[in-house]
């Protein structure tokens, strides 16, 4: 007998649970309620309150990788992208974009500068930095060239 309060407390705190649980089940709540959903995820309201469903459009897509790109020995240098490109009269600016699928190391941002009829006045390369851009990584290039009318990033040298 010395376990009776024990065991009554016990009981009470049961019949407790079990009461909560039941004004529980009974209970609407909000944030969980399982119903239809009346509205897409991504949708547009037009001017006439219809309601478009624009979710093939908010999708975000994988990039689409063949496993042509990673053959040995095809040509990878159309996989390094330079993009950004700007000069201002001063400094070449730019980053490339690794779409390859190898590890690009020691990449070389080749350039040429051009006067008002675009003729050769120079050329040259810019390093990037970092030195290694793992594949689907970026990376920045900066570097002073002479004055020209306007200066073209050519094409990119790199190793792997």
Not at 14 to 26: D, F, G, Q
Not at 40 to 56: A, E, I, R, S, W
Not at 69 to 88: E, L, M, P, R
């Amino acid at each position: 007998m010395t376990n009776l309060p024990g065991i009554i407390a016990f009981s009470i705190l049961l019949a407790m649970l079990t009461s909560a649980n039941s004004l529980l089940a009974n209970t609407p709540t909000p944030l969980a309620q399982n119903r239809e959903i009346d509205e897409p995820f991504c949708y547009m309201k037009t001017p006439d309150g219809k309601t478009v469903d624009l979710g093939n459009l908010c999708e975000q897509k994988p990039a689409s990788r063949t496993s042509e790109s990673c053959i040995s020995g095809s040509n990878i240098a159309k996989y390094v992208a330079i993009t950004n490109v700007n000069y201002d009269g001063n400094f070449l600016t730019g980053k490339i974009v690794n779409q390859s699928c190898k590890v690009v190391k020691n990449i070389k941002v080749n350039y040429e500068v051009l006067d008002e009829s675009d003729n050769l006045i120079d050329n040259g390369f810019i390093s990037v930095q970092p030195v290694a851009v793992e594949p689907g990584k970026s990376a920045f290039f900066r570097g002073e060239v002479i004055a020209g009318a306007k200066v073209v990033a050519t094409h990119v040298d790199f190793k792997f």
